[in-house]
């Protein structure tokens, strides 16, 4: 059997973009570190948020010395708590889930982003360093008010931060 030369050609570089493929992904998911947000956070009813201790008032905790946990609420068409205020250089996990439909969380600028289930509470921990707003996109279509759904995480000098009463002073 008589293969021509382009054949070869273009089969070996078919086989190379496999391999480079393959390997790109291979770099992502172990490389860089990036894993996929897994069902760790636990599941809710959604039915009764509002009987559950953490997502019935939803808000930031102190829990370390710079660490904070914050829970946060998903409905049609915002984020509870809003805005999310954390101070600078601390290490944040946010613990989401939704009250009624499929919704998605993603803060602009951070590696948080997740897709938001009823019943399924997502965890995922972010380092803000910087002070400043950084936006809360829904991402996932939740219905026909999906594009005004947006929260602030606002992220505050250290100093002007009051942990007692979850934001600033």
């Not at 860089?32 to 039915?47: I, Y």
């Not at 996990?93 to 499929?102: E, G």
């Not at 972010?126 to 759904?149: L, P, Q, W």
């Amino acid at each position: 059997m008589h293969i021509h030369q382009y054949e070869k050609l273009w089969l070996g570089m078919s086989l190379l973009l496999i391999v480079g493929f393959i390997a790109t992904i291979t770099y992502g998911a172990v490389g860089v570190g990036v894993s996929m947000v897994d069902d760790s956070g636990g599941n809710v009813d959604p039915n009764s948020l509002d009987e559950h201790p953490e997502f019935s008032d939803p808000g930031v905790e102190q829990v370390g010395e710079d660490e904070y946990e914050a829970y946060v609420v998903a409905r049609q068409f915002i984020f509870q708590p809003d805005p999310i205020v954390v101070p600078a250089n601390s290490t944040v996990t946010f613990y989401v889930t939704s009250a009624d439909v499929i919704h998605g969380f993603a803060v602009v600028g951070t590696n948080a982003n997740t897709m938001v289930i009823p019943g399924e509470v997502a965890e995922i921990t972010v380092e803000v360093n910087e002070a400043g707003e950084y936006g809360i996109v829904c991402h996932e279509y939740c219905g026909d008010g999906h594009h005004t759904m947006e929260g602030v995480l606002r992220v505050v000098p250290e100093g002007q931060y009051n942990s007692s009463d979850g934001g600033e002073q």
